[in-house]
């Protein structure tokens, strides 16, 4: 039997693949036909007993419709205050344009704050997002489309929207520029992460572009 593998920074990515397959209650053949890979290849990651290489986790973070970042993520140090400079936030570029982490993600209680850059038509998804607690949403610029529990809501700059996280919602970009949103996700379960619902498969990026970030 292979010695059991770590992937980045020793997190157990099999451990966390598991997870997030568990979470959105998907199984392990329906998760296999969705990303092109075998049954049997998933089960060896998730059990420890093979490291996936990068295209096979981008393949998997689009199947599940999480950024490549949540397979190594780390419970980090929990602050009852947080401040977090501009300079120094993680930023997610994805396909349809770039999330910045606002903090939310060290702070003490439970609450995830992120911003999204959205391109042109850029959208959730072609599946409905659900998730425990409560969302906020801020439009700075542009346009978004928020659709919840079948009702559609045209935000333009300045508009906010606040629901229960738990109705079915999804959103969209119409217009022809990019759009800039800030959302607010509050009091959700201990075991949850819902900003990974809100993004796609992307890759970590700094001021530059170039993979890196300041802290």
């Not at 049954?39 to 199947?63: D, W």
């Not at 959208?123 to 346009?143: K, T």
């Amino acid at each position: 039997m292979s010695t059991k593998k770590r992937g980045i920074n020793d997190v157990d990515v099999g451990a966390q693949l598991k997870r997030l397959r568990e979470d959105r209650q998907i199984s392990m053949r329906t998760l296999a036909r969705a990303s092109n890979l075998s049954a049997n290849a998933l089960s060896m990651i998730e059990r420890g007993l093979t490291s996936p290489s990068v295209s096979t986790l981008m393949k998997l973070a689009g199947a599940l419709e999480v950024p490549v970042t949540a397979f190594f993520r780390r419970e980090p140090d929990r602050q009852k205050i947080v401040f977090r400079p501009a300079a120094s936030r993680l930023r997610l570029k994805l396909p349809h344009g770039t999330s910045e982490d606002l903090g939310g993600d060290t702070f003490t209680e439970r609450i995830e704050t992120f911003k999204l850059i959205l391109d042109a038509g850029a959208d959730s998804g072609p599946y409905a997002l659900c998730h425990s607690g409560s969302e906020f949403v801020f439009l700075e610029n542009g346009q978004l489309n928020y659709e919840v529990n079948g009702q559609e809501f045209q935000l333009q700059g300045g508009d906010t929207l606040l629901f229960a996280g738990g109705l079915y919602h999804r959103w969209k970009n119409p217009g022809p520029e990019t759009a800039s949103v800030m959302v607010v996700i509050a009091a959700f379960a201990d075991d949850e992460r819902p900003a990974e619902y809100h993004m796609a498969a992307g890759s970590l990026i700094g001021e530059n572009g170039d993979g890196s970030h300041t802290e």
